[in-house]
C-alpha cells in the first residue's frame, strides 16, 4: 500500500505593539521584539498508511514543553483517532518566549498566554489539514557532511557535520512534494543585540530550497547542544543568509545523486518516560512560576522520545538540545542496525534543555557564572542523556535489522 502525503502552513509570527511586549527567547532577559524581519511558521507534513498518520510538525520556536504538545496531539486524535503529532521547535533565539524563562526581570515570565492558545488553535488545525487531501509519494534521501558552517564551542568540542534531507515526490512524474532538511546547529547567528524576530538561518534555508523546488521545506534540528553553533565572525543578515543557501544548496546537490524509492517503509515506535529532576535554576524558575505551562517535576519529570523509520533512514527524536556526543553514539548504533542514514531530531514534543553525558556533566559553583559549564544550568539533571540513551536503546531494539545489512 502506497504511503500519502500532504502538507499545509501557517505563520505564527505574534503581532507587536507597545501595550504588549514580545521578549524574545533565547540569550537573556528583557530584550524585546522591535520588528519582524521575516515570519515565523508551522509547517506540517503528514505521511499515511491506512492504519496509521504520522504528522511532522516544525514549529519556528525556541522549544515548547510536553503538556502542550501531548495537549495538541490530543485533540488532533479526537478527530483522527490513528494520528501521532511529532512536533519539533527549530530553536531559534529570535522568536517569541514560548517556556517562560525570558521575561522583564528574573521574577516574571516572558510568555504570552494568549500567544499560546492561539498557537495550539493553530498547530491542531494545521495538522489536520496537512491530512487532507493527501497524495501518492516515492522518495528519495540522502546525507552529506559539511564543511565551516558549524562550530561548538564547548570543549572537548566533538563536531557532527552531518546534513540529512528526505525529498517526497511523485512516484509517476518525479515532481516534488516535500523537502525536509535535518542539520544540528543552534539558529542564533544574529546575535543578542538583533531585536528583530526572524527564524535565522532555516528562514534562508527553505526559500533556497522552496525557489529550486517549487515545493515547502521543512527544516529539522538535529543533536545541537553542546554548544553547536554557527561558524560566522560578524553575526550578520549576511552570515545567516549564506548559512542557510549554502546548506540549502548541500542538501538538494546530494538529493540529486541519491536513488529514487517509488514506496519506502514507515515505522514509528516511541516511549513516554522520565528523568530525575535536579536543576536548581530550574526549580528556582519554577517557584517563580515562570514556566507557563504547570508540570510535575518532583521529584521525576515525565517526557517523550521516539524513533522514525523512513526507507533507509532512521531519525531518533529527543526532547531538548542533545549534545553531539550522545548523537554521534545514537547514529553509530543505528548505523549497525543496517541503517544507511541515521539522524537526530531535536527539541521533539518537548523542551528540557540541554542532554548531556553523564561522566560530562559539571554543574557549576556559581550557576549565575558558569564558566564552561553553562548547559548544566540549562538541564534538567544529570541523569537526562543516560535516561534517553537507555530508552532509545529499547526502542531500536525492537526493529529488525535493516536490509542493508541482512542482504
Known amino acids: 500500500m502506497a504511503i500519502t502525503l500532504g502538507y499545509s502552513q501557517a505563520q505564527i509570527t505574534p503581532p507587536l505593539s507597545a501595550e504588549r511586549p514580545v521578549f524574545l527567547a533565547g540569550f537573556s532577559r528583557n530584550r524585546r521584539a522591535s520588528a519582524v524581519h521575516d515570519d515565523l511558521f508551522v509547517r506540517a507534513l503528514s505521511l499515511r498508511l491506512p492504519d496509521q498518520a504520522l504528522i511532522l510538525a516544525a514549529v519556528d520556536l525556541i522549544g515548547l514543553p510536553y503538556p502542550f504538545c501531548k495537549r495538541c496531539e490530543d485533540r488532533i486524535r479526537q478527530a483522527v483517532p490513528q494520528a501521532r503529532l511529532i512536533l519539533s521547535c ?8 514560548t517556556l517562560g524563562l ?4 528574573p521574577f516574571s515570565s516572558g510568555a504570552d498566554p494568549a500567544y499560546l492558545q492561539t498557537l495550539e488553535e493553530t ?3 494545521i495538522a489536520l489539514k496537512s491530512l487532507e487531501g493527501a497524495v501518492p509519494a516515492g522518495l528519495r534521501v540522502a546525507a552529506i557532511a559539511t564543511q565551516g558552517v558549524v562550530k561548538n564551542i564547548r570543549d572537548p568540542h566533538i563536531l557532527d557535520r552531518e546534513l540529512i534531507a528526505l525529498q517526497f515526490m511523485t512516484p509517476d512524474t518525479h515532481r516534488v512534494l516535500a523537502t525536509v532538511v535535518n542539520f544540528p546547529c543552534h539558529p542564533e547567528t544574529l546575535y543578542p543585540e538583533n531585536t528583530h524576530i526572524t527564524a535565522d538561518y532555516p ?7 522552496e525557489n529550486s523546488t517549487h515545493a515547502p521545506c521543512l527544516f529539522l534540528p538535529g543533536a545541537l547542544g553542546g554548544m553547536m553553533t554557527p ?12 548559512i542557510g543557501e549554502r546548506l540549502a544548496r548541500l542538501a538538494l546537490n546530494s538529493l540529486t545523486h541519491s536513488a529514487f524509492l517509488p514506496s519506502f517503509p514507515l515505522e514509528y515506535l516511541r516511549v513516554d518516560f522520565t528523568i530525575p529532576f535536579q536543576s536548581p535554576l530550574f526549580e528556582m524558575a519554577l517557584q517563580n512560576r515562570l514556566f507557563i505551562e504547570p508540570r510535575d517535576v518532583l521529584p521525576d519529570i515525565s517526557t517523550q522520545a521516539g524513533l522514525l523509520v523512513i526507507g533507509p533512514a532512521a531519525l531518533v527524536h529527543v526532547p531538548g538540545e542533545l549534545l553531539p556526543a550522545l548523537g554521534l553514539q545514537i547514529k553509530q548504533s543505528l548505523h549497525e542496525r543496517g541503517y544507511p542514514i541515521s539522524g537526530i531530531i531535536g527539541l521533539a514534543n518537548d523542551e528540557l534543555g540541554y542532554i548531556l553525558p553523564e561522566e560530562a556533566y559539571q554543574y557549576p559553583d556559581d550557576p549565575f ?3 564552561e559549564h553553562y548547559e548544566e544550568t540549562m538541564s534538567v539533571g544529570p541523569q537526562a542523556g543516560s535516561r534517553v540513551l537507555k530508552v532509545v ?3 531500536w531494539t525492537q526493529l529488525p535489522v535493516h536490509s542493508s545489512l541482512s542482504s
Open 123 to 125: 498547530v491542531v488545525t
Open 393 to 395: 536503546r529499547e526502542l
Open 203 to 209: 528562514h534562508y534555508l527553505r526559500v533556497e530550497v
Open 90 to 97: 527549530s530553536h531559534t533565539h529570535h522568536g517569541p518566549d
Open 102 to 105: 525570558w521575561g522583564e526581570t
Open 231 to 242: 561558524d560566522v565572525v560578524h553575526h550578520s543578515w549576511e552570515e545567516a543568509q549564506h
Open 369 to 371: 557564572h558558569p564558566g
